[in-house]
C-alpha cells in the first residue's frame, strides 16, 4: 500500500482521478445542489434541467488538464448561469465552488502566469455578476465580488504556487547538473596537469641530458632517449585513463592511489631525484581508505616530486605517509642541494591545496629552515565499510 501511494502518478492514472472527480462533482454536488428547492419558494425546474446543470459543471473537470483554458470557461459560465437562473440556489453555491477550485488550480499549473491570471479575473468578473444578481440570502450584492474571489482563488494560488516550485525544483536541478559537469571538467583538468607537469618535467630533463652528451656519450643519449620513451608511454596510458572515465560505459583502470607511490619513486629517479617512500599503515584494511583520499595523497607526492625534478635535480627526497584510521597525512621533504625556484606561474601548489581544502583537510608549503623544500598535508576521511 505504501509504494502504491508513494509511485508517481502516470498519464493514465491521473485521467482516471479526474474521471472520478468529474462524476463526483458533477453527479453527485452540483446536481444535488440544482435538486435543492429555492429558500424562499419559487417554480421548481425539472430534474433532467437539474442533473444536466451539475453535469455541465462538473463533467469538464474530466478533461481539465488536456484544455485547462477551455475547462475554467466554461466551469465558470455553466456556475454563473446556474446560479442567475436560480437552477442552484445561491445557499448551494459551494457545489460549483470545487467544481471551479479544481478547474482554476490547473489552469495556473499548466498555464503561464500572466495568461492564467487573466482568464481568471475574467472569470470572477463573471461569476461576481452572477452573485450580484442573487444576492440577498448569504451575501449582498456588493459582496458578491468578495465571495466570487473565495470560490477562484485558492485554487488559483494553490496551483500558482504549485508551478512555481515546480519550476524552482527544475531550476534547481540545471544549476547541479552545471555545478556537476564544472566539478567534472576541474577533476578532468586537475588529473592532467599532474600526469602531463610530472611526465613533462621527466621528459624535458632526460632531453637536455642528451642534448648535452649526444656528441661525447652517444650510449648516455640513448639511455635518456629510452627514458624519454618509457615516460611519454606512461603518460599516454595514464591520459587515456583520465579521458576514458568521460565516455559513457567505457572500462578504464581504478585511479592510482597509495599502492602506486612506489612506482612514482622509480619514475622519479630516472630524472636525477632519489625518492624515498615511507608509506605506514595504521589501519587493518587497506581498502579502509576511500579511493578519493588515496588519489589526493598521490597525487601530492606525485606534485611534490615533481617540483623538486623542475626545480632541485639532481637531489634527494624523502616522502612520508601515515594513514591512520581517521585521516592521511602527507609529508614530502627534499634536502634542497640547489636552491628551489618555485615559479609564480605554476599551478602545483593551488592543485595541491585544492585536493585538501576539497577533503576538509590542512596543507602547507614552504622552505625549510635547514635547506630544502617541504610539503605537509592532512586528509581526514571516513572509513569505507
Not at 463526483?24 to 430534474?47: D, N
Not at 585513463?241 to 612506489?262: N, Q, S
Amino acid at each position: 500500500m505504501g509504494s502504491l501511494l508513494a509511485r508517481r502518478l502516470r498519464p493514465v492514472d491521473l485521467y482516471l482521478v479526474d474521471g472520478a472527480l468529474a462524476v463526483v462533482v458533477g453527479a453527485a454536488l452540483c446536481a444535488y445542489a440544482a435538486l435543492e428547492s429555492p429558500l424562499h419558494g419559487g417554480v421548481r425546474e425539472p430534474v433532467w434541467a437539474s442533473v444536466l446543470t451539475g453535469l455541465v459543471i462538473g463533467l469538464p473537470v474530466a478533461v481539465r488538464r488536456r484544455w485547462p483554458v477551455a475547462v475554467a470557461v466554461l466551469v465558470s459560465l455553466a456556475a454563473a448561469a446556474a446560479l442567475v437562473t436560480g437552477v442552484i440556489p445561491n445557499f448551494a453555491a459551494a457545489a460549483p465552488a470545487f467544481a471551479i477550485g479544481l478547474a482554476f488550480y490547473t489552469l495556473a499549473v499548466a498555464t503561464p502566469p500572466l495568461r492564467s491570471l487573466v482568464c481568471a479575473v475574467a472569470c470572477l468578473a463573471v461569476v461576481s455578476v452572477a452573485l450580484a444578481l442573487t444576492g440577498g440570502d448569504l451575501w449582498s450584492r456588493t459582496g458578491a465580488v468578495g465571495y466570487g474571489a473565495v470560490m477562484i482563488a485558492p485554487g488559483w494560488l494553490a496551483g500558482w504556487s504549485v508551478r512555481e516550485r515546480r519550476a524552482l525544483a527544475a531550476r534547481q536541478g540545471e544549476q547541479r547538473v552545471v555545478q556537476a559537469v564544472t566539478e567534472e571538467r576541474l577533476r578532468v583538468a586537475r588529473e592532467l596537469h599532474d600526469v602531463v607537469a610530472h611526465t613533462m618535467s621527466l621528459i624535458v630533463v632526460k632531453a637536455a641530458v642528451a642534448n648535452h652528451v649526444a656528441d661525447a656519450e652517444p650510449g648516455e643519449t640513448r639511455a635518456a632517449l629510452r627514458v624519454i620513451e618509457e615516460a611519454g608511454r606512461a603518460a599516454l596510458t595514464d591520459i587515456r585513463r583520465v579521458l576514458g572515465a568521460l565516455r559513457e560505459g567505457a572500462g578504464y583502470a581504478p585511479a592510482p592511489g597509495l599502492d602506486e607511490l612506489p612506482r612514482l619513486a622509480e619514475r622519479a629517479a630516472i630524472g636525477g631525484v632519489d625518492v624515498h617512500v615511507d608509506v605506514r599503515r595504521d589501519v587493518p584494511d587497506a581498502g579502509a581508505v576511500p579511493e578519493s583520499v588515496g588519489l589526493a595523497a598521490y597525487r601530492i607526492v606525485q606534485e611534490a616530486v615533481t617540483n623538486v625534478v623542475k626545480h632541485a635535480a639532481p637531489a634527494a627526497c624523502r616522502a612520508t605517509v601515515v594513514v591512520a584510521p581517521d585521516e592521511v597525512r602527507v609529508e614530502v621533504v627534499d634536502d634542497g642541494r640547489r636552491p628551489v625556484r618555485m615559479s609564480g606561474h605554476g599551478h602545483g601548489l593551488t592543485g595541491m591545496r585544492e585536493r585538501v581544502t576539497l577533503h576538509g583537510g590542512e596543507f602547507s608549503a614552504g622552505p625549510r629552515s635547514g635547506g630544502g623544500f617541504a610539503v605537509s598535508a592532512r586528509l581526514p576521511y571516513r572509513a569505507v565499510a
